[in-house]
Each structure stands twice: as C-alpha cells, then as structure tokens.
C-alpha cells in the first residue's frame, strides 16, 4: 500500500498550478473508497478510506486510525476527519490501484497544453 507517494505542491505560477491541481483532483476522485495514509506538515500520518475530496484538494477520510498512536493518543477516539488540502505533505495510494502511465500521460497532456 505505501509503495507510490504522490507529492502535492503548490506553485508560483496560478494558471499552472489550477491545471495541475485538476489533473490530481480528477485523479483523486477516482480513488474514492479506497485506503490512503495522509501524511501532513505537522508529520502526523493518517490511514483511513478517502470518502471524498474537492478542488482545493481537501480531503474526508472515514475509519482512520494514526500510524503512531502513543504519539497522538488524543487521536485514538476519532473515526473521521477533515483535512485542508494546504496542510498535506504527501498521499500515500495502494500501488495496485494506481494506473502510473495513464498519469504521465495525463501530466504530458497538460505540460504541452501548458506551452501553447
């Protein structure tokens, strides 16, 4: 599950930046019900099944549980949570639903797209 990490960045550039953020969100969508590992800036790391996210890629995840619970025993009682898409440093995706070259090409497209 941990095998692919995908890296949210945000950039300078606001044209730039909205089309690569559609390109992750409409990727995003395709993964609704599947389980991620959330890590965020505070270096917290969530697990739980992505139930939605939107175009500021915020994200909802359902059944979450943290990967270092005596880190963050206060988390133990939560089932759900909201995440502000500013706040993630990394999604981590189950490799096997993750079709890489469908996304390179997606990410081509929008490069050249980007040029003209």
């Known amino acids: ?3 692919l990490q ?5 950039l300078n550039d606001y044209t730039f930046g909205f089309i690569k953020t559609l390109l992750f969100y409409s ?3 395709s993964l ?7 890590e965020l800036k505070n270096d917290l790391s969530i697990c739980g099944t992505l139930h ?3 175009q500021y890629l915020n994200i909802k995840l359902t ?3 943290v990967t270092d619970p005596e880190k963050y025993p206060h988390m133990l009682s939560v089932k759900n949570c909201f995440i502000r898409g500013s706040v993630v440093r990394y999604v981590q995706l189950p490799a096997d639903e993750v079709d890489t070259q469908l996304l390179q090409d997606a990410a081509r497209k929008e490069a050249l797209q980007q040029k003209q």
């Open 1 to 3: 599950m941990l095998d």
């Open 6 to 10: 995908l890296q949210i960045t945000y």
């Open 27 to 29: 990727f995003f969508k």
């Open 32 to 38: 609704v019900g599947k389980d991620v590992v959330v």
């Open 52 to 54: 939605s996210v939107d």
């Open 63 to 65: 059944d979450i549980s």
